[in-house]
């Protein structure tokens, strides 16, 4: 009986070292950034997170007067999360809310606070350029520094090989278990 005792806590502290792979989805990270003060035009929100999100996700912003600014698309990509707004967002303090539902099916929403502060040339600028143009131009995408890098993945990938490894000693104790089992009948 001693055995089965060891062997079963030993069952269980396995299952409990693959907890990683039933935790909640988090924010991984932002752009812009939990306080940061943006000091160029910006007409995009992106949030990432830790594992995979639903399609039903919804981020809002509201002004520090509590005015919601309307995104004009929200779009989920895998573990990304991005609002898009049809002009640059104005300054001032700003609190972003999302909810989203993640791989392990539980609803997670959190909010946070930038500030936007451009230059009013930059502004201006800005505005000359959403002029409607008469050639057909693809939009630019700038890599940001705040894009998550392949560490990400591969921390992923890591979190996915630590679980695989778990189930597999899992089973390898249970058969241990089994066969000492028969061994005492």
């Not at 946070?112 to 451009?118: P, R, S």
Request: with cysteine.
């Amino acid at each position: 009986m001693k055995k089965l005792s060891m062997l079963l806590f030993v069952v269980t502290c396995l299952f409990i070292s693959t907890n990683t792979a039933f935790a909640h989805t988090h924010l991984d990270g932002s752009n812009p950034e939990d306080g940061a003060t943006v000091t160029e035009s910006i007409d995009t929100i992106q949030l990432y997170f830790d594992t995979v999100i639903e399609d039903n996700a919804s981020l809002q912003i509201e002004n520090s007067e509590g005015e919601v600014v309307e995104a004009s698309d929200i779009t989920v990509k895998e573990d990304e999360l991005i609002a898009t707004f049809s002009e640059p967002i104005a300054n001032g303090n700003y609190t972003v809310s999302w909810e989203i539902i993640g791989v392990d099916g539980h609803i997670m929403q959190e909010s946070y606070g930038f500030e936007v502060n451009v230059p009013e040339e930059e502004v201006e600028e800005d505005t000359a350029e959403m002029a409607p143009s008469t050639e057909n131009e693809e939009p630019t995408v700038e890599e940001d520094e705040t894009t998550p890098s392949n560490e990400t993945a591969d921390e992923k990938e890591s979190n996915s090989n630590g679980l695989l490894i778990g189930i597999i000693l899992v089973a390898i104790v249970a058969i241990i278990a089994i066969i000492l089992l028969k061994r005492k009948k």
